[in-house]
């Protein structure tokens, strides 16, 4: 692909450069810790992972990371998996969370905002009240560290207070948000075990009501483990039977006390999409996010005390995690809880409006339905403040980068982040210090040997490889919940390449420096940012008798749109008409996601298989995304050839 010459779309100005605290810690490292002071950020770049311990070190120092036991060493073992980050410290990240409630207690940590579009203040003081009344209750409960408390539960203050209430006592964090169906969140949180349960009556969405109090039901039923449900009335019910008020729990003033536990203590566990059966329970420790997320909040998108930092988000979704994370560098967040697009299109620019975020972070998917709406963010709302708007989910189309240069503002920095749940972060995306380029990441993330490689291991300069990650990150997995061997883990990241970490995303580093992102080069379903398997998707379509199997596919279009279809192979004698098109919509709707229905249903003569009986997603995206046929797949693998021409002819016909 040619990486010729272009113009930058955007371009910092010097004095921009020169009070961004990524500079201001580049001469800090330069002074303390041999780091290069000239050369800009590639240099830094380089030095940061040429230099990982010591670069490590200089973030916890500029940070002012508090051990309350010193570590020994930065690094131990630098094998992946299995390297050991800061052996002998000790710390706890709900403290780092609220360090600011010391000198900004009147000022708002949390601006909460629902559908009507009023933010709602919640003060550092107040946050840390209740997160210290919450943690006495859960002591009180008996909770102890490292066991499981887990949410059902919108993006609302109450989670973040139950999140932190939950790292400050030790235990581990887990989170669904309330428009998963039961299977869905069973599938997770089945797997670890919790022994709290903090829930919502229902939420509301797009101008309803959504009771979920069934769900719950179904929920305390199913999880023996739980000793305790919370009840957070946000439609007003009355507390279940058997649970307890929120309001009780909370209504206390008390000082939190943060237990202080090892570095790589369990703080969350995230899930992944659940390809291949059930979905991953991706553990990651206190002490890696912690120096993760401030490296990446401080640092990369440039926040601290004077900025408030809204992203669109639910607490099904990683990004919701690092929005809290947000607290760690002082910075006020935007809780947003509601559909984004009520009661019209442009409602997300209204909050960002409203809130005064000056980081505004969205799904790409957003920033196309915007531009296909006629939305005119800068004419209709006063987006003074906003300095940077940050795009993940999908990569940001080249005409999505045009459309807010155009539309919101001609001198504003386009971030478009691209990570994984797996790190909880980004591997690339946002430098304040570095132009942008239309339809490209900025750059590589400090710390994060980032690299494209082709099926034999060799880097790949301005040709699109396989994203990896060469050296250890602090947010990679501790282990999976459920994988005493680590067998799991392994063969998610390592089989192809050992030792090194295969993320399954196609990438272009750029002689620039840059990144491009292409898609996954797995089967990973991703709308508007949530992720989900097609093995979820299976296990609810083929419980109704009319459909023999099925398969599904989400292929990243040219221009930004993300097209589902699920393929059916139907019993002998069904028929897919209108009735049987509804109920497959209905049934994964209600058990799965209002998100997850497939763009299109569409009916095959059968589905193609491994010769071990593993349906071929990979290869089936790739014919539908023009990749012709002796390219996509090896046919010695197939159970059944012919049946690849249905979608070869289906991908033709689609042009």
Known sequence: MSTANPQPLWQPDPERIAKARITRFQAWAAEHHGAPAEGGYPALHRWSVDQLDTFWKAVTEWFDVRFSTPYARVLDDRAMPGARWFPGATLNYAEHALRAAADRAGEPALLCVDETHEPRPVTWSELRRQVGSLAAGLRALGVRPGDRVSGYLPNIPQAVVALLATAAVGAVWTSCAPDFGARSVLDRFQQVEPVVLFTVDGYRYGGKEHDRREIVAELRRELP????????????????????????????DTEPVYEQVPFDHPLWVLYSSGTTGLPK??????????????KQLGLHCD????????????????????LVSGLLTGTTIVLYDGSPGHPDTGAQWRIAERTGATLYGTSAAYVMACRKAGVHPARDYDLSRVECVATTGSPLPPDGFRWLHDEVRDDLWIASVSGGTDVCSCFAGAVPTLPVYTGELQAPGLGTDLRSWDP??????????????????????????????????????????PGVWRHGDWITVTSRGSVIIHG????????????????????????????RESLVIGVEQPDGGYWMPLFVHLAPGAVLDETLLNRV???????????????????????????????????????????????????????????????????????
């Open 225 to 252: 483990t739980l000793r305790a449900v919370v009840h957070i009335p946000l439609l007003g019910t009355d507390t279940p039977e058997g649970a307890l008020e929120w309001s009780a729990l909370t209504a206390g």
């Open 281 to 294: 329970a991706i553990v990651q420790s206190q002490g890696g996010i912690l120096v993760e997320h401030l």
């Open 585 to 655: 919509k209905q049934t994964i709707r209600e058990q799965l996601s209002p998100r997850h229905v497939p763009d299109e249903i569409i009916e095959v003569p059968g589905i193609p298989h491994t010769l071990t009986g593993k349906r071929i997603e990979v290869p089936v995206k790739r014919l539908l995304q023009g990749t012709p046929l002796e390219k996509a797949v090896n046919p010695g693998s197939i159970d059944n050839l012919a049946l690849l021409a249905f979608y070869e002819e289906l991908a033709r016909k689609r042009g």
């Open 456 to 497: 034999s291991g060799r880097p790949l300069v301005d040709e699109v490889g396989e994203l990896v990650v060469t050296q250890p990150m602090p947010s990679m997995p501790i282990h999976f919940w459920n994988d005493p061997d680590g067998s799991r883990y392994h063969h998610s990241y390592f089989d192809t390449y």
């Open 520 to 547: 996954r080069s797995d089967s990973t379903l991703n709308r508007q940012g949530v992720r989900m398997g097609s093995a979820d998707i299976y296990e609810v379509v083929e419980r109704l008798p009319e459909i």
């Open 303 to 322: 926040l601290g005390p004077e900025d408030r930092f809204f992203w669109y988000t639910s607490t099904g979704w990683m990004m919701w995690n690092f």
